[in-house]
């Protein structure tokens, strides 16, 4: 059913920080249509790996790629079909959403008349109409996201990297945006995707892959993680996977906080 | 609970000293130099003091506590990126009231290098100032100056805070800024004139500061020392109380403004910020085209890029106003048509800070940028032609000010040749440099140079041997056009002169575009990693 090349790959993928190794020969190979979940608690190495494969930070070991493109190797050819949702916000602030959109239309090669029209309809859809002539230093965490996933989906690249896209998101564009990526896959795009809302995770994830210390220590579906670690949700089996255990032991001094 | 802010301040300091291996040796050289310079500043104080009239020695006082007050409260906020142990606005969520906030932050504000400087004039003013009764006043009297000096700066840092919490009120200290670049020119400006035609003891009796510096704390405190030695006890008391008062006023007012600067909303703003057309109505459409619009929509829109862009303009106002009504020798000059040649070089030193740091501009969207299918020699283009554009309308300004002045019309045919040569050299150098050197450019503060980063040493030594790069390749057109100005075009036709210049020009450039943008491909990540702000 799938096609034999995997649409996102990486292969021995490490990188250190000084002494800590941030990355530990991460492979990674997600095939097209998939909508892979990268779970891992804080410091794991997701958004490091992200930024990895799509060759904003460059790996002491092992190498990445988008399709048949190596990122290292033909990173313009690998970018242009690829979208990137950045966990942090490092949109330009002083363009308004519209310009923004139009820019990054622009630099992936679409006609212009393509480009304005799809930016009416993004806008549109994500409630951001009002503030397209404001610029983005204007605008608030939510809606700073929502012009960036516009952004990230402009082009309609096959592959999506999303790292935290509800994140500061009201319920209403949160619902928006899910439903969007839903179809998005159903088109047979591919989505990495990054949160630490466990109930997303589950419900949009095809695959799942959970990094700890750098290291992706396990990749399965929904349905195999549950029934790998025995658990009742996604949220229990990955509290499982990364060892966490009641760090609240020892605390008691918490439960009399009146006093 | 003020101490901790105290000790906050220290452990920072210590930290960045321990971790930072170009702060530690960066600071000491800081703390070195201002040491040196307040040393023979109080040298310089103490031996002008003794040689002038006493009327004129406390006029002098008075001048400097005043100035020095002024200085100390607003260049350090102005010039750097505000110190986060000092930014009251991140203290906001702890349990200390106000006042003992302000007690720390006080205190935290002394532990400065730059403390030394105050510290200095105030032993020259204990030793200038001896007495039964005046030794006692002029301890008092240095107290309030020092409060004047601490409290007068932490007032201004809650101040700019407060405005730079909403993006136009970012916009607004660029303003700010620049409004105070020129109201300080235009006084040394008036002092130098005022100086250079009565000398400094007839310029400080001619313009008393003790005829309105007493309404402000440092004055009026400097004031009392020398109503004391001249006996007038209770013109001294009248004066030293105002000076408290007036000093306990300003404590009111900040502590008003903490008030506010922690409760109020960060301000957002949902007005359209642009009034220009879309990009999709515009001509041009392909990688390039975008970003050389994007860049000029930058240009307009960044409140330091602007800052960099009407610091031309300014120039120009300046340059200008000397010219045709300085006191200097400069005012020859515009008896010489041949100045207008000057023109496209001192343009150059307008647009240095953005072509030699194309990369760390980009800030946070640095990311956004490469993550983009856009290859680096599209990048450099776009970024270059943008460049080019605001250089050249610069040139074109100064070029038709210098002939106006000057009544060289006849040079401004040579115009478009040098321009682009020397633009061509300057983007040249300045694409190597942004690729090798990017540097890392604050969000908040004033500095175009990046000096006020970490990089500070970095900065300095890549933009000097950029400069120096620059001016180096410049020479081979420079020498030619001086000989056809020298010699006539008769030996010498300007039309080849011209030809081969911009050939020239366009051989460096592409030479350099070329290595650029292979060490670009080569060198994004580091690039990014460099540019980015925490």
Same mark, same amino acid.
């Given at each position: 059913m799938h096609d034999e090349r995997p649409a996102v790959w990486a292969k021995g993928l490490t990188r250190r920080f000084g002494n800590k190794v941030?990355?530990?020969g991460v492979d990674l190979a997600v095939m097209p249509g998939e909508f892979y979940g990268l779970l891992g608690p804080n410091g794991a190495g997701k958004t490091t790996t992200i930024k990895m494969i799509v060759g904003l930070l460059r790996p002491d070991e092992g190498t990445a790629g988008v399709e048949e493109f190596n990122t290292w190797k033909s990173p313009t050819d690998a970018k242009r079909r690829i979208g990137v949702l950045p966990e942090?916000?490092?949109?330009?602030?002083?363009?308004t959403g519209a310009e923004l959109l139009d820019f990054t239309a622009a630099i992936h090669g679409l006609p212009k008349a393509q480009a304005g029209s799809r930016r009416e309809e993004l806008l549109a859809l994500l409630d951001l109409e009002d503030a397209s002539?404001?610029?983005?230093?204007?605008?608030?965490r939510g809606m700073r996201k929502k012009v960036a996933l516009a952004a990230a989906v402009i082009h309609a690249p096959p592959v999506l990297f999303l790292d935290e896209?509800?994140?500061?998101?009201d319920a209403i564009s949160a619902r928006l945006i899910r439903q969007l990526l839903q179809r998005y896959t159903e088109s047979g795009a591919t989505i990495i995707f990054s949160s630490h809302v466990m109930e997303l995770v589950e419900r949009l994830c095809t695959r799942i892959g959970i990094m700890v210390a750098g290291e992706l220590i396990i990749e399965a579906s929904p349905d195999q993680l549950l029934a790998h670690y025995g658990a009742k949700n996604v949220e229990d089996a990955f509290l499982t996977a990364v060892g966490?255990?009641?760090?609240?032991?020892?605390?008691?001094?918490l439960a009399n906080s009146s006093g | 609970m003020a101490r901790q802010l105290v000790w906050l301040k220290w452990r920072l300091l210590a930290n960045g000293l321990r971790t930072d291996r170009q702060r530690r040796w960066g600071l000491p050289v800081i703390a070195i130099g201002l040491t040196v310079i307040a040393a023979l500043g109080a040298q310089f104080y103490y031996d002008t003091s003794r040689s002038l009239d006493p009327k004129a020695a406390a006029e002098f006082g008075i001048w400097l506590s005043v100035i020095g007050w002024v200085g100390w409260a607003t260049l350090p906020v102005l010039i750097f990126p505000i110190d986060e142990t000092l930014d009251p606005a991140k203290f906001a969520?702890?349990?200390?009231?106000r006042w003992q906030m302000m007690i720390g932050l006080t205190g935290a504000a002394?532990?400065?290098?730059?403390?030394i400087v105050p510290v200095l004039v105030i032993l020259v003013n204990l030793a200038l100032w001896t007495g039964l009764i005046v030794t006692p006043i002029t301890v008092i009297s240095v107290v309030l100056i020092i409060g004047s000096y601490v409290i007068g700066g932490q007032a201004f840092t809650t101040a700019f805070s407060m405005l730079i919490k909403s993006r136009r009120g970012r916009d607004l200290t660029m303003l700010f800024v620049v409004g105070l670049g020129l109201v300080l020119y235009g006084g040394q400006a008036i002092v130098a004139n005022a100086i250079g035609s009565l000398g400094l003891e007839g310029a400080l009796l001619a313009h008393p500061a003790s005829s309105w510096a007493w309404l402000l704390p440092p004055g009026a405190a400097q004031a009392a020392i020398t109503t004391a030695a001249r006996g007038e006890t209770l013109l001294t008391a009248g004066l030293l109380a105002w000076s408290l008062l007036s000093l306990l006023a300003l404590t009111y007012v900040w502590n008003r403004m903490l008030n506010r600067l922690i409760t109020r909303p960060e301000a957002t703003s949902t007005k359209s910020?642009?009034?220009?057309?879309?990009?999709?109505?515009?001509?041009g459409w392909g990688p390039t085209a975008v970003v050389i619009r994007k860049e000029l929509r930058m240009y307009l829109r960044d409140p330091r890029m602007r800052m960099v862009w009407t610091g031309g303009v300014i120039f120009i106002g300046i340059l200008a106003a000397t010219l045709l009504l300085?006191? =200097?020798?400069?005012?020859? +000059? @515009?008896? =010489?048509?041949?100045?207008? +040649? @000057?023109a496209p070089s001192a343009v150059l030193f307008v647009g240095l800070p953005i072509a030699l740091n194309q990369f760390g501009?980009?800030?946070?969207a640095a990311s956004y940028l490469f993550a983009l299918p856009i290859t680096p020699r599209q990048i450099l283009v776009g970024k270059n032609a943008a460049t080019t554009i605001a250089l050249a309308i610069e040139t074109a300004i100064l070029t038709a000010t210098l002939a106006a002045i000057t009544?060289?019309?006849?040079?401004?045919?040579?115009m478009p040749a040098i321009l682009l040569t020397a633009v061509a050299c300057q983007l040249a150098v300045g694409n190597l440099a942004s690729v090798l050197t990017p540097l890392r450019l604050p969000d908040?503060?004033?500095?175009v140079f990046s000096q006020?980063?970490?990089h500070g040493c970095l900065a300095i030594a890549s933009q000097l041997i950029s400069f120096f790069l620059i001016g180096l390749l410049m020479v081979p057109a420079a020498v030619a056009f001086t000989l056809v100005e020298a010699f006539?075009?008769?030996?010498?036709s300007l039309w080849q002169v011209s030809g081969v210049s911009m050939i020239y020009g366009a051989i460096v450039y592409v030479m350099a575009l070329q290595l650029a943008s292979v060490l670009l491909k080569r060198r994004m990540p580091e690039v990014l990693d460099w540019v980015r702000i925490n």
């Open positions: 941030a990355v530990n942090e916000f490092n949109l330009y602030e002083r363009l002539r404001t610029v983005i230093g204007d605008y608030s896209p509800f994140e500061g998101v966490a255990s009641d760090a609240t032991q020892g605390l008691e001094w | 969520t702890l349990p200390m009231t002394m532990l400065t290098p730059p403390i910020a642009s009034r220009m057309k879309p990009f999709t109505e515009l001509a300085g006191q =200097t020798q400069l005012e020859r +000059l @515009a008896a =010489t048509p041949w100045l207008v +040649l @000057a501009w980009e800030r946070r009544g060289g019309w006849s040079r401004v045919v040579y908040m503060g004033t500095d006020a980063s970490e006539g075009a008769t030996r010498f």
